[in-house]
T-cell receptor, first 110, second 117 residues
Framework: LAKTTQPISMDSYEGQEVNITCSHN???????ITWYQQFPSQGPRFIIQ???TKVTNEVASLFIPADRKSSTLSLPRVSLSDTAVYYC???????????FGTGTRLLVSP | EAEVAQSPRYKITEKSQAVAFWCDPI?????LYWYRQILGQGPELLVQ????????DSQLPKDRFSAERLKGVDSTLKIQPAELGDSAMYLC???????????????FGPGTRLTVL
């Protein structure tokens, strides 16, 4: 499974857009990029998945450049409730096995 | 909305004691996972079941940990004897297990926080 690198932490304020970048230089042709979110004292939950270009859902957008060696999770107009740890994972679409890194701790302040 | 159930939510035990955690996956989910998450780190897979069979237990410390899913539904993870280093959150997740239909999203339960004294 491709290794990912993301910032350890980020700070933001309510109403701002937050972009979290993940590097995955060794991504394979069949690999997808998936992001999970984890609130304190809860299990992770799926946010978004993509293969190339841009994917958008009701929660976030995922931008993937043509070389696919990195990706950016974009959270529009964050609120205090978006304070969480965000994990970037890479693997084939079946993704039977998830390998989590340390994730990015996002702190949203008033 | 269907959820993964886990119990207990919190467990405090003394070292050398036995502990057990229970997980009830979302109905119809063939794949069940147990993860361990140490504070400040991401979850680490301990064991993966497909129905009642273990498909991956390479990271399970088999000298003290055991897991079963006898009828292919709910599952139990046991630690005997518990050690100080076992203090962590133990997460259960489940998925449909059918990768051919698209992304095999894993749904996580709330976890059991274990403290070993």
């Amino acid at each position: 499974l491709a290794k990912t690198t993301q910032p350890i932490s980020m700070d933001s304020y309510e109403g701002q857009e937050v972009n979290i970048t993940c590097s995955h230089n060794n991504i394979a042709t069949n690999d997808y990029i998936t992001w999970y979110q984890q609130f304190p004292s809860q299990g992770p939950r799926f946010i978004i998945q993509g293969y190339k270009t841009k994917v958008t859902n009701e929660v976030a957008s995922l931008f993937i450049p043509a070389d696919r060696k990195s990706s950016t999770l974009s959270l529009p107009r964050v609120s205090l409730s978006d304070t969480a740890v965000y994990y970037c994972l890479v693997g084939d679409r079946g993704f039977q096995k998830l390998v989590f890194g340390t994730g990015t701790r996002l702190l949203v302040s008033p | 909305e269907a959820e993964v159930a886990q119990s207990p939510r919190y467990k405090i035990t003394e070292k050398s004691q036995a502990v057990a955690f229970w997980c009830d996956p979302i109905s119809g989910h063939a794949t069940l996972y147990w993860y361990r998450q140490i504070l400040g780190q991401g979850p680490e897979l301990l064991v993966q079941f497909q129905d009642e069979s273990v498909v991956d237990d390479s990271q399970l410390p088999k000298d003290r940990f055991s897991a079963e899913r006898l009828k292919g539904v709910d599952s139990t993870l046991k630690i005997q004897p518990a050690e100080l280093g076992d203090s962590a959150m133990y997460l259960c997740a489940s998925s449909l297990g059918d990768a051919s239909s698209g992304y095999n999203e894993q749904f996580f339960g709330p976890g059991t926080r274990l403290t070993v004294l």
